[in-house]
Every structure is written in structure tokens, then in C-alpha cells.
């Protein structure tokens, strides 16, 4: 890399890591790249990927994600390209393209309670209940007190009648790790609702609500409460 091409991504590396996405993603558009050496090119579809994730402009970040992943010499550097495209693909409706990129990690030899709890997210959106049930599990197995994990379980026992008492134990346990997290608190409400204590599950929805009043799973599940109408 020449001195004035390292001199261009310096300043849009710097604004990155300050977390100025925007003007980050300005400067690594000025780099020139007619002299760029492969590796160069790694470097910057990885950082543009990263800000345009982050700008959640995702179409545009898929482009420069997967040239990392399908060319950068670095594991460390491909596991987190994997996992932004997980991210992507989950919150963006493509939970099968999600289980692909995860699914290749853990093929290379990655396993992390990330991984697993994005594996189970993907599953529960498909419908697809004791394979979530089974992923959010492993993670749990590596990390017993992951908030993520025990919430995701939880909630999938409760909302799916699978197992509605050790569901309600679950959410509690992420509630107690973190009690300010509204949708923890939602889905405690929620398996209170399910297991019959329309009373408990109001008292706990509505801190859910005081929390995460934009919340539209939120929103769902206390209207279904109030207009239940049980004591």
C-alpha cells in the first residue's frame, strides 16, 4: 500500500473507530483504488461493509461483506464479516441466509453463544421451535447466565406451550440480570399470560411498556393482556 493510499483510509479508519459512520464512509469513498494491491481492497470493503451496516444501509453492506469473507486471509476478520451478515440477513426477513452463514462457521470450527443464539433467532422466525429450543440450549451449555439465551429459551417454552413452567423460570433469570431490558420484561409478562396469571403478566407488562412504549411486540402483547380482561 503506498504512503497516500494509507494516508486516505487513515483518516476514514479513524472516524470509524470514533463512530462517525457517516463521515467515515465519506473519506473511503474518495479512496482512489486504480493501485491497490488484493489485500488493500480487503481492507476497504471491510471497513465500508462496517459502516454501511451500521448506517443500516444493508444492501449496500451485503457488497462489501461478502468480498471480505470470500477473499480475506484473516479468520478473525471473516468470523466477524459471517456474523454482520447473519445480523443482516435475521433482521432483515432472511433467516435461511442467516443459518448459511452461521452454519459455515461453525463448519470452520467457530462456535460461540453468539453464534448460537443467532442460529436460534433465525429458527424461531422459520417457525421452526425445537430446533430454537435446541440451539438456544448449546448456548446456555457454554454460558449458563447469558441473559440473551435464557430470555430467547424462556420465551420460546412459554409462547409455544412447550414448557411453560421452566419458561417462566427462565425469563426470570434474564429479568434478574437485567431487570431495565423491556423486552425481557415483556416476554416474563408474556409467560405469565400463557401459564393463566393475567394479573402477574399485566404487572410486568406494563414495566415492559413504561421501557419500551415503541416496541410493537410490546404494544401486541399488552393489548391481547388488557383485553383478556381475567383478574
Known sequence: MTVAIHESLEEGIRLFRIKRWDKALEEFLKVDTGSFEPEDNI??????GLCYTKLERY??????????????PDPLRVYQCRMTLAYIYVITSRSKLAEFELGRLVKGGFESVQI?????????????YQKAVDYYQKALDMDQDNATALNGLGYIL???????????????????RKPQNAAYLDSL?????????????RSWLRKAFDLGSHQQEIKRHM????EDGRP
Not at 121 to 128: D, E, I, L
Not at 158 to 171: E, H, M, Q, Y
Open 43 to 48: 481492507e476497504l470493503a471491510y471497513y465500508m
Open 59 to 72: 444492501d449496500d453492506a451485503l457488497l462489501y461483506l461478502e468480498q471480505v469473507v470470500t477473499a480475506a
Open 116 to 128: 448460537y443464539t443467532t442460529l436460534a433467532y433465525a429458527a424461531w422466525s422459520q417457525h421452526q
Open 158 to 176: 412459554a409462547d409455544s406451550d412447550i414448557d411453560i413452567p421452566r419458561g417462566i423460570k427462565l425469563c426470570r433469570r434474564a429479568v434478574e
Open 189 to 201: 409478562g408474556w409467560a405469565y399470560f400463557k401459564n393463566g396469571n393475567a394479573a402477574e403478566a
Open 223 to 226: 393489548k391481547i393482556v388488557v
